[in-house]
Structures are given as C-alpha cells and as structure tokens.
C-alpha cells in the first residue's frame, strides 16, 4: 500500500510537470479508480515555432501500468507523417532503449525530447508523393498540406485542376437549384481534408525530378498477352456469377491428391483452359 501510495506520488509530479510545459499540448485520461492510464501529445521538430517549416510529426501515445515507473511503459506511435517506416522503426528502437535505461525513474519528458530531437533531424518529408508515387529529391518542389500529407507542387497542381475540372463538369449537368453555391473545395488527395492552396501558383512548379526521368510507360507484347488473358479469365468469373465455383474449385483440389495420371492430365487440361 505504502509502495503504491509512493509510485502515484512520483507518476503524480511527473504527470504535473509534463501538463505545465505542455498545456493543452497533452492530454491525460484515468481509469475508473482515477490512476492516470493514457498520455497523448503530438510531437514536432523544433522549428523555433515556425510552423511552415515543420514538415514531420508524430503523435507519441503512453500507456502506464499501474507499476509504472518501476517498469516500462507502453509506448506507442501513431498518425507519422513525412515520416517513412525506417524512421518509424528507428526511433522506435531509440525509445525502447530509452525506456530500458530509466526504470524506475519517469521517462516521459525524456521520451518527448527525444522524439522531438529524431524529427529536427529528419525535418525533411522521407516519405513518398502520393500521387505520382515517387520520393522528393533535392530540389524537387514540394507543398505540405495543412494535414501534413506532402505532394510534389506539380503533382498536386495536376490533381487539383482535375478534379475542380471534374466538379465542374458534374455541376454544369445539375439544374440551376441543386447547384453548389459554395464552389470548388480543394481536399487532400489521402485524406480529404479541406486544404487551401493557389492552382495556379502550384503549376508554376517544374516535374519531379525522379518522374521526368522516368521511363515511358509502354504497352509491350507480353503485357498485351497478359491483359488478354486476364479478360478471359474475367469472362470466365462472370459466366460463373463473379465467383469461379467454389466447390467446383474444392474437387480440383480433391483430384489433386490422387495420384491417378489421367485425372490429373484432366484436371491440368481444364485448369489450362481457363488461362489460355
Ligand atoms: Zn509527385
Ligand atoms: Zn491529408
């Protein structure tokens, strides 16, 4: 009793703490019996609180067990953003080993610097664009949302003008009354997020580099051969009802494991006609 009236009091002042520097930044939730349970705070790079030039974040998620801080707590990351899964497992590890190396003493602040330190290094979005799927070299202009998804400027101005072309189109086909009086709303292309930009300001940017050097896409024959036969294994599904017959399926199997050659050549005859 004695013990866990000690290990409140420590969670207690460390807890206390964490609030006065961080304000609403934090958030705590307790349990029924009022022991502090889930810490949550998203975590930027120290950018002297210039936000524009914050280009990664991470929300950091703590779960203490009642026994915390004489054992680990459990930590978790969640909604990375410009941050890609190498990041992430780095600095997981670099936690794991934080927390191992303070037991028994509060870790939490530690934790948040150390966060905070990973994403002032890494200040640069190691993720890749959305829409044209490939990364961001030096160079390459890029625009962060208001989400914190990112997009070669040249990239998102294509997909913006598309789909405002888009919204157009289908607004010009409704009768005057159902008409949207409120415009076109640009939102993040992952998301959806409303986001502001200026088109005609993103066109202005250049290709990104990796996808001007990129190879023409080309139809070649084997990629011919392919489709065709994808569409007959499409018909195939369809004439079936949009599923091959399952049982049909389980037989093939069955006969499968026997080992009689002519069941088999049979079976392989049909499966081939399927593909041919
Ligand atoms: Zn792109
Ligand atoms: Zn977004």
Redesign the pocket.
């Given at each position: 009793m004695e013990m866990s009236l000690k290990t409140n009091e420590r969670v207690q002042e460390e807890l206390e703490a964490l609030e006065a520097i961080l304000m609403d930044d934090i958030s705590i939730s307790y349990n029924e019996r009022g022991c502090p349970e889930l810490i949550k705070t998203t975590i930027f790079p120290s950018t002297a609180n210039e936000v524009d030039k914050q280009y990664v974040c991470v929300t950091l998620e703590v779960k203490l067990p009642e026994e915390y801080p004489d054992c680990e707590p459990l930590v978790q990351l969640r909604n990375p953003r410009g941050l890609d899964d190498s990041t992430i497992n780095h600095l997981y590890k670099s936690i794991k080993d934080k927390c191992a190396e303070n037991v028994g003493q509060p870790v939490i602040f530690e934790l948040i610097d150390l966060i905070r330190e990973n994403l002032t290094e890494s200040n640069l979005p190691t993720c890749q664009c959305a829409v044209c799927l490939y990364g961001f070299s030096e160079g390459d202009s890029f625009t962060k949302?208001?989400?914190?998804?990112y997009f070669h400027s040249y990239c998102l101005a294509n997909h913006l003008s598309i789909t405002k072309r888009h919204f157009q189109e289908e607004q010009d086909k409704l009768p005057a009354w159902q008409k949207s009086t409120k415009g076109f709303q640009a939102t993040?292309?992952?998301?959806?997020?409303m986001?502001e930009c200026d088109i005609d300001e993103l066109k202005t940017a250049h290709p990104p580099k990796e996808l001007e050097s990129a190879q023409k896409f080309e139809v070649t024959n084997d990629l011919r051969l392919l489709q065709e036969r994808m569409r007959q294994l499409f018909s195939y599904q369809k004439s079936k009802g949009g599923i091959i017959d399952i049982e049909a399926e389980e037989n093939k199997l069955l006969l499968i494991t026997q080992s009689s050659e002519e069941t088999a050549s049979s079976e392989s005859t049909e499966v081939g006609s399927i593909y041919k």
């Open positions: 949302t208001q989400c914190f998804h993040c292309p992952v998301c959806r997020e986001i």
